[in-house]
């Protein structure tokens, strides 16, 4: 039983590795349980800091390789079909009503009061017709007997529904632009930078992004409603956050020419020994655009990274 | 390996435990138990020490491991740079050297 459930906790922190290194990795850590005797469950919980330090050291995200997000076409239809996958669970008939107005508990037994459907019969210097039951159809507010409301009421309920999360978008937006400390970084132009509006393009991509995002936590905030209401209002405000940092990062991540992703990260220096020198981790462009160089530490020198562009004779260099 | 060795400084961690290696406890939960350090610190700072060309691993062979009936081991072994910088870092901590036994022949 027990030792199901450390070779459990193995297997789940194993999902960390990139799935080159998994088997060889897991063949260790099981080799290794093996010998262990006493506090196996604390040996076990190792394996995740572990874990965790082979994704952090490996050269491309795991994540983006289970998707194919390098590319940016791919990134941008992986967003585009979890975007359609939200609105459908939103809107779909497996949605049980997620954008359908709110029910009261007591719907029977309400009246609705609406607005006559001629206003010729509107009178104002004639006789004040009988307000009685039967004279209701001459009335300018019928009264619609109970049991009877619900078509075409409440015709602006989406308004109310989607405002407070649209409004939320942009008090995160200006909150994240103001509290983060993530900025996209430096791109200095030079002799071998693209020209301006492909320059642009990267906005362009940014932006895309953003918006393929935003929809997609919403409508999910708008499918988790009718399970769990309060789950889906912070679900929204996580969701929000979550997406619009992960666009940042992806964007820091991505050569600002081709906007795949950057590889071969490479730790220059050592924090340890440098004292005014420059250390931490330089990336390269795949198809040689460029250089991207991140500092280990920012300095008032080098406070955030900073992308180099190649001459268009280092593609040849690279595979 | 090119033939410069570059020295690099050890924190006492990396130090105990490419010591630990050095002193003949040659596998991941050897270390532990001889240093005291927890699975999640010697691990990764193993990962580290090979990155950085301090240590090698290999693998014991199948039939070996099948004529002791249990899985086969990891070993690690200290490189000529990790003897070069495991001596620089025993003059910068004289104790270390002391630390640990001479491990029983079953971790030689």
Redesign the interface.
């Known amino acids: 039983m027990l030792r199901g459930l450390h070779l459990a906790i193995i297997e789940a922190a194993a999902l960390l590795v990139p799935a080159p290194q998994r088997a060889e990795w897991l ?2 850590w ?3 349980l ?3 005797n006493r506090r196996a469950t ?9 874990a965790l ?2 994704n952090r ?1 490996t050269p491309a995200p795991i994540a983006r390789r289970w998707f194919g997000l390098e590319s940016p076409v791919r990134c941008l239809m992986f967003l585009a079909g979890l975007t359609g996958l939200s609105v459908l669970l939103a809107i779909g008939p497996l949605s049980h009503g997620a954008l359908a107005p709110p029910r009261s508990a007591v719907a029977q037994d309400m009246a609705a009061v609406s607005a006559p459907e001629d206003s010729d019969r509107r009178n104002p210097t004639g006789p004040e017709p009988s307000p009685s039951p039967q004279n209701h159809a001459a009335n300018p507010l019928p009264i619609v007997a109970p049991g009877q409301t619900g078509q075409g009421w409440a015709p602006n309920w989406r308004d109310g529904y989607l405002g407070l999360p649209l409004a939320l978008c942009l008090l995160l937006l200006v909150m994240f632009s103001s509290v983060t400390p993530l900025s996209l970084g430096e791109y200095p132009v030079n002799r071998c930078a693209p020209a301006a509006p492909l320059r642009l393009l990267r906005w362009v991509f940014l932006a895309v992004k953003v918006a393929l995002v935003i929809p997609a936590v919403l409508c999910g905030a708008l499918a988790l409603g009718p399970i769990a209401p309060p789950l889906a209002a912070w679900g929204l405000f996580f969701g929000l956050l979550f997406a619009f940092r992960w666009a940042l990062m992806d964007q820091r991540e991505r050569c600002p020419v081709c906007l795949r992703l950057l590889s071969n990260p490479t730790r220059i220096g ?1 924090a ?2 440098c004292f005014l020198g420059w250390y931490g981790t330089e990336l390269v462009c795949s198809h040689g655009h460029g250089f991207l160089y991140v500092p280990g530490t920012s300095t008032s020198w080098y406070d955030t990274q900073r992308w180099q562009y190649l001459d268009p004779t280092w593609s040849n260099l690279l595979p | 390996m090119s033939g410069v060795l570059i020295e ?2 050890l924190s006492h961690t990396a130090a105990i435990i490419l010591q630990a290696l050095q002193a003949g406890y040659v ?3 050897s270390v ?1 138990e001889t240093t005291g350090l ?7 700072a193993l ?2 020490l090979e ?1 950085d060309g301090l240590i090698r691993s290999s693998w014991e062979s199948q039939a070996v491991a099948d004529a002791g009936q ?5 070993y690690y072994r200290i490189t000529r740079a990790g003897q070069a910088t495991l001596a620089a870092s025993q003059k910068r901590y004289p104790l270390l050297n002391r630390l640990f036994p001479v491990p029983a022949q079953e971790n030689a």
Do not use: H, I
């Not at chain 2, 249990?70 to 990891?74: A, L, W």
């Open positions: 063949a260790e099981r080799a290794e093996w010998y262990v604390a040996f076990c919980l190792g394996s995740f800091s572990d330090w082979m050291n050592d340890s020994q | 690099t400084k596998y991941g939960f532990m927890p699975s999640g610190t010697v691990y990764p990962r580290r990155r249990r899985p086969p081991r990891k």
